[in-house]
C-alpha cells in the first residue's frame, strides 16, 4: 500500500510555534524551576548530604572487641584447671583524635556544595542562552513575516504594471521566489526554535515537547546591557565570591584539617580491657579458695613508631594546599578572560547595530523613491527587488547582533553572580 506524507501547511507550523502560548514563563521563572526541578542538581545536593552524614561516623569510639577462648590443654594453676577465657578490650584515641577526623570528614564534604552552586550557575548559563537564542529566533521570524507582507506589496506593484503594459510576468514569478524561500527560512527557523526547547525542557526535567514561550523584549535587554559594559570593563570585577573560585579555599581548610589529624595520628592510642577466667577445682587437693575464677583488668598503648610517614603525610597536604592556591589563580585567570571576551564580542556587535542603524536609515529611504520611480517606469524592477532584499538582510543581521550581546551577556552574568 502507497503511503503518501502529507506536509504540514506552514501557515499552521507558524501558528504553532510562533503564536501566543497558554503558559508564558519568564525568564526568570524558568531559573527558579530550574534549581528546584534539575536532576543533576539533586544529585549533586544529595551527594553532598551523604557526605556530611560521614563526620557524624568518625566522632564515634572503635567497636568494643569481645573475645572467648576454650583451654583445649588446660593450665593447672594452684587453685584449679582454667577452662575458659571470655574478654572485652575498648581502645580509647587520643584525646580531640575523634573530634578532628569528624572536623576533617566535614571539611571534605563542604566544598561538594560549592560544586552544586558552580554547576548551577553554569546549568542557568545554558537555560539563558537557549532562552535568547530562542527569543532572537521568534524575533527573526518576525522580521521574515514583515518580509512577506513586503513581496505582497511589490507583488500587486508588479501586477500593476503588467496592466498598465509597462512591467514582466517574470518578476512576478522573481517575487513568488522570494516568498517561498523566506517561507523556507521561516521552516528552518522553527526547526532551529523546537531545538532550543529541548534544550530548555531537558534543563528544567520537563516532557521534550512543551512549549515554551521566550518573547521578550529584546531591545531593552540589548540597551540595558550596553549600559553596563562599559562600566564593567573599566573596572575590575570581584570574582572572589564565585563558588567556582571558592571551593579552592574550602578545599584547603580540608587540607588544613588534614594536617592537625596527622598531627593527633602520631600520638599513642589507649585501650581498656578486662578478661573473666573460669577456673575449674581440683580433686587432688582442696588449696584455699579452690577453683576460684579469675577477673583480669587490662589496659595497652600504642605509640606509633616510625614518625616519617606522619612527617610525608604532612608535607603531601603542604603540597596541594599550594597546588590549589595555582588552581585558583588558573581559574580566575580564565574566568576574567571569558569574561573579556565576552565584552569584546558585546562592544563588536553594539558597532554592527550601529552600523546596521545608520544603514537601514539609508536604505529605508532609498526603498520609498525606488518605490515610487518603479511605479512610474524609472527604475528597474531588479533594483528594486536588490532593496528590499538588502532591507530584510539589515533587519536579519540586527535581531542576530541583538542575540549575540544577549548571550555575551549570559556569560557574563555566570561569573558576576553578585555585581
Given at each position: 500500500m502507497r503511503m503518501l506524507k502529507a506536509k504540514v501547511p506552514l501557515t499552521l507550523l507558524l501558528l504553532l510555534f510562533f503564536c501566543p502560548r497558554v503558559s508564558a514563563q519568564s525568564l526568570d521563572s524558568?531559573?527558579?524551576?530550574?534549581?528546584?526541578?534539575?536532576?543533576?542538581?539533586?544529585?549533586?545536593?544529595?551527594d553532598y548530604e551523604a557526605a556530611m552524614k560521614i563526620g557524624a561516623q568518625q566522632n564515634q569510639l572503635p567497636d568494643l572487641e569481645i573475645g572467648a577462648g576454650?583451654?583445649?590443654?588446660?593450665?593447672?594453676?594452684?587453685?584449679?584447671?582454667?577452662?575458659?577465657?571470655?574478654?572485652?578490650?575498648?581502645?580509647?584515641?587520643?584525646?580531640?583524635?575523634?573530634?578532628?577526623?569528624?572536623?576533617?570528614?566535614?571539611?571534605r564534604a563542604r566544598p561538594l556544595l560549592e560544586k552544586v552552586a558552580a554547576r548551577q550557575l553554569m546549568l542557568i548559563y545554558k537555560l539563558e542562552r537557549a532562552y535568547y537564542s530562542l527569543a532572537g529566533l521568534e524575533a527573526r521570524a518576525v522580521v521574515l513575516r514583515e518580509s512577506l507582507a513586503l513581496y505582497t506589496s511589490?507583488?500587486?506593484?508588479?501586477?500593476?504594471?503588467?496592466?498598465?503594459?509597462?512591467?514582466?510576468?517574470?518578476?512576478?514569478?522573481?517575487?513568488?521566489?522570494q516568498r517561498q524561500q523566506i517561507e523556507r527560512q521561516l521552516e528552518e527557523l522553527i526547526y532551529l526554535?523546537?531545538?532550543?526547547?529541548v534544550t530548555i525542557?531537558?534543563?528544567?526535567?520537563?516532557?521534550?515537547?512543551?512549549q515554551v514561550d521566550a518573547r521578550v523584549a529584546i531591545a531593552e535587554r540589548v540597551a540595558e546591557t550596553l549600559d553596563f559594559a562599559p562600566d564593567l570593563a573599566a573596572d575590575d570585577p570581584d570574582l572572589s565570591n564565585h563558588p567556582g573560585l571558592r571551593i579552592y579555599g574550602l578545599q584547603q581548610k580540608a587540607n588544613r584539617a588534614a594536617i592537625e589529624l596527622t598531627d593527633l595520628d602520631q600520638r599513642p592510642d589507649f585501650g581498656v580491657g578486662v578478661d573473666y577466667i573460669a577456673t575449674g577445682r581440683r580433686d587432688d587437693l582442696d588449696p584455699l579458695r579452690n577453683g576460684r575464677d579469675v577477673i583480669l583488668p587490662r589496659a595497652m598503648?600504642?605509640?606509633?613508631?616510625?614518625?616519617?610517614?606522619?612527617?610525608?603525610?604532612?608535607?603531601?597536604?603542604?603540597?596541594?594546599?599550594?597546588?590549589?592556591?595555582?588552581?585558583?589563580?588558573?581559574?580566575?585567570?580564565?574566568?576574567?578572560?571569558?569574561?573579556?571576551?565576552?565584552?569584546?564580542?558585546?562592544d563588536n556587535a553594539a558597532n554592527e547595530l550601529y552600523f546596521l542603524r545608520e544603514q537601514s536609515q539609508v536604505?529605508?529611504?532609498?526603498?520609498?523613491?525606488?518605490?515610487?520611480?518603479f511605479t512610474n517606469g524609472k527604475r528597474a524592477f531588479d533594483e528594486l527587488l536588490r532593496l528590499e532584499n538588502q532591507l530584510i538582510g539589515y533587519r536579519t543581521k540586527t535581531v542576530l547582533a541583538q542575540t549575540i550581546i544577549l548571550t555575551q551577556r549570559a556569560v557574563i552574568d555566570r561569573y558576576l553572580i553578585n555585581q
Open positions: 524558568l531559573k527558579t524551576e530550574l534549581r528546584q526541578e534539575n536532576p543533576e542538581l539533586r544529585a549533586l545536593l544529595l576454650v583451654f583445649v590443654l588446660p593450665v593447672e594453676t594452684r587453685t584449679g584447671p582454667q577452662q575458659f577465657r571470655i574478654g572485652a578490650t575498648q581502645m580509647l584515641p587520643w584525646p580531640g583524635k575523634l573530634a578532628a577526623m569528624a572536623a576533617t570528614a566535614d571539611a511589490l507583488d500587486r506593484l508588479a501586477l500593476s504594471r503588467i496592466e498598465n503594459g509597462k512591467g514582466s510576468s517574470v518578476d512576478v514569478y522573481r517575487i513568488q521566489l526554535g523546537q531545538q532550543e526547547m525542557n531537558e534543563l528544567l526535567d520537563r516532557p521534550a515537547e512543551t598503648v600504642t605509640i606509633p613508631l616510625s614518625k616519617r610517614k606522619f612527617s610525608a603525610k604532612r608535607q603531601e597536604e603542604e603540597v596541594r594546599i599550594l597546588a590549589l592556591d595555582a588552581r585558583r589563580e588558573s581559574t580566575e585567570n580564565e574566568f576574567r578572560a571569558e569574561i573579556r571576551r565576552a565584552l569584546n564580542t558585546i536604505i529605508d529611504a532609498t526603498i520609498s523613491i525606488a518605490r515610487s520611480e
